[in-house]
């Protein structure tokens, strides 16, 4: 059974710098790695998707990598800013038609101004 | 204006009782998804649908049922034989075929009293 990894759970640092989340997922048998941003009470942004077949992804100030092998993903975000306090969460997703997602517990980060 | 909606955005149940959560989409999305989330951790897959008068169980549906008469709307009951239901639901939707990106609902909050 696939199983997603998230660490560290919080992470906290000053506006300006960049940072990178860490995701791990055990099964490399993966269809795609969703990337999604979390406000507190809020729904899920989808971030960044990254197929199968490819390294990486970028948006804006993000990017997102993804090593099958070593059954890692990665999210970079270059000069953070307070306003990316958030929860990070990403999922990867089964081979199947039904591409069900299976999440991590999430990086909670917050931006000191 | 495409989107999910959820509702109700609180919902208050006693013990015992039934109770029904909205999710409605106008994206012409054919797949549509329930997860639930705790605090602290990541969303787990409770349903999910690919066609109309159709649905799997995902990895906690016991305690739970849903309906999918319609493509637009996804409802899930939570009954009174899930013994800790108070949670954050959220109800996601992707287009289908081989487009991966799931999109989320807003979500709701359902505390039992």
């Known amino acids: 059974k696939q199983e997603v990894t998230q660490i560290p759970a919080a992470l906290s640092v000053p506006e300006g710098e960049n940072l990178v989340l860490n995701c791990s997922f055990t099964?490399?048998?993966?269809?795609?790695l969703q990337w999604f941003r979390q406000d507190p009470g809020k729904g899920l942004t989808s971030l960044l998707l990254?197929?199968?077949?490819?390294r990486e992804q970028t948006s804006g100030r993000l990017n997102a990598s993804l090593d099958k092998s070593s059954g890692r993903s990665t999210l970079y975000i270059a000069a953070s800013q307070p306003g990316d306090s958030a929860t990070y969460l990403c999922a990867a997703s089964l081979s199947g038609s039904a591409r069900q997602l299976t999440f991590g517990s999430g990086t909670q980060l917050t931006v000191l101004p | 204006d495409g989107g999910i909606t959820q509702s109700p955005k609180y919902l208050f149940r006693k013990e015992g009782q039934n109770v029904t959560l909205s999710c409605e989409q106008n994206?012409?999305?054919?797949?549509m998804y329930w997860y639930r989330q705790d605090p602290g951790q990541g969303l787990r897959l409770i349903y999910y649908s690919q066609i109309v008068n159709d649905f799997q169980k995902g990895d906690i549906a016991e305690g739970y049922s849903v309906s999918r008469e319609k493509k637009e709307s996804f409802p899930l009951t939570v009954t009174s034989a899930q013994k800790n239901p108070t949670a954050f639901y959220l109800c996601?939707?992707?287009?289908?075929?081989?487009?991966?990106?799931?999109?989320f609902g807003p979500g709701t909050r359902l505390t039992v009293l």
């Open positions: 099964d490399s048998a993966i269809y795609n």
């Open positions: 996601a939707s992707r287009p289908g075929g081989s487009y991966n990106e799931q999109f």
């Open positions: 994206l012409n999305h054919d797949a």
């Open positions: 990254i197929q199968s077949s490819q």
